[in-house]
């Protein structure tokens, strides 16, 4: 109750800096916005430097926030954060093994549907069938999104697509570049791999306890920060667009449209997302090789069903219908 208690506050004060535009902020005027005693102000100005906050103290005249963190801070992403319940508990850490870990033990442990788990680094960040996710300090977005849908488990895989959707909204309204889709759920720009997605399951054999989105998105990296055996396969937010992008505006964007998408989708169902998904599509149309767990299946991508499942027709005209495959575009 205490920790709570302490970050509203926080939050508070930082509300209060920013409608200040930059101007000074008595102690008296903090001590009373935040109803406790002006030491209690000191101690809160203290915490905010030491989370990377650079504050000039000026007598009789106050405090003023000179200099943000260029880290992510669950302050950065709280403040004006348009959410009803995602991304209103924060669990946050520096440097993490892997963000999808942690939100498994909170799942398990009965964290709230919303909770968002984000980290400026992971040392074994992974993505799809185990891969390894290069995850530099603060340079990209590492999180994990717990949801507990009250869905059949056989559509579970629609959220994979779902989170696609929302992420590729939200770079396109931060950013206004232009991403696109490989099925399921990769991002990218000239071909190059911007943003994974890892969705992984909490269930039983009749229920879903809870569906756990993992996101790895590179936003501020220069071409300097990728491996070499990467850099041919991988770009990053800043090299699109050349400039720095602001990195929690874009968490606060993505848990928005996310939020948004997911609500409407336990109200109307997949289809809706299925035409958004669609219209992102790179592979529609395009000869791709899908490697299956089975064999490559090789053929032109045709659409996906309205259950998520992407529909290949191969050189026979024979449709298949590939519920989890790695794809290449010719």
Not at 63 to 87: M, V
Not at 108 to 119: F, H, L, Q, R
Not at 250 to 270: D, N, P
Request: aromatic fraction near 6%; charged fraction near 25%.
């Amino acid at each position: 109750m205490a920790h709570y208690v302490q970050s509203a506050l926080r939050e508070k004060l930082l509300e209060v800096f920013t409608h200040a535009n930059g101007e000074f902020v008595s102690g008296q005027q903090l001590s009373e916005v935040l109803g406790c005693s002006r030491t209690a102000v000191w101690k809160h100005i203290e915490d905010l430097r030491k989370e990377g906050y650079e504050l000039e103290a000026i007598r009789r005249k106050g405090y003023r926030i000179t200099t943000k963190p260029e880290k992510i801070t669950s302050n950065e992403i709280q403040l004006g954060l348009k959410t009803k319940f995602l991304g209103r508990n924060i669990h946050y850490e520096e440097t993490v093994t892997s963000t999808q870990k942690i939100a498994h033990k909170l799942a398990y442990d009965g964290a709230n549907e919303g909770t968002i788990v984000v980290a400026e680094e992971q040392v074994a960040g992974r993505g799809r069938l185990d891969r390894s996710w290069h995850s530099p300090k603060y340079t990209g977005i590492w999180m994990s999104i717990i949801l507990r849908p009250a869905i059949p488990l056989p559509q579970s895989p629609q959220l994979t697509l779902l989170a696609a959707v929302s992420i590729a909204q939200a770079i396109q309204e931060v950013t206004n570049l232009e991403p696109e889709i490989k099925w399921p759920n990769d991002i990218l720009f000239d071909r190059k791999k911007a943003v994974g997605i890892l969705t992984e399951l909490q269930a039983e054999s009749d229920r879903i306890n809870s569906i756990i989105i993992g996101v790895g998105i590179n936003v501020n990296q220069t071409e300097d920060d990728f491996p070499d055996d990467i850099k041919d396969k991988a770009t990053s937010l800043r090299i699109q667009s050349g400039k720095e992008i602001n990195r929690s505006e874009l968490i606060q964007t993505i848990l928005e449209k996310l939020e948004k998408l997911y609500e409407s989708y336990l109200k109307t169902g997949f289809y809706p997302i299925k035409l958004l998904w669609e219209a992102y599509a790179i592979s529609i149309g395009k000869e791709i090789v899908a490697s299956t767990l089975t064999g490559k299946i090789h053929g032109f991508a045709k659409g996906i069903t309205d259950e998520g499942v992407l529909i290949i027709e191969d050189a026979n005209r024979v449709i298949h219908h590939v519920h989890s495959a790695d794809i290449e575009i010719k």
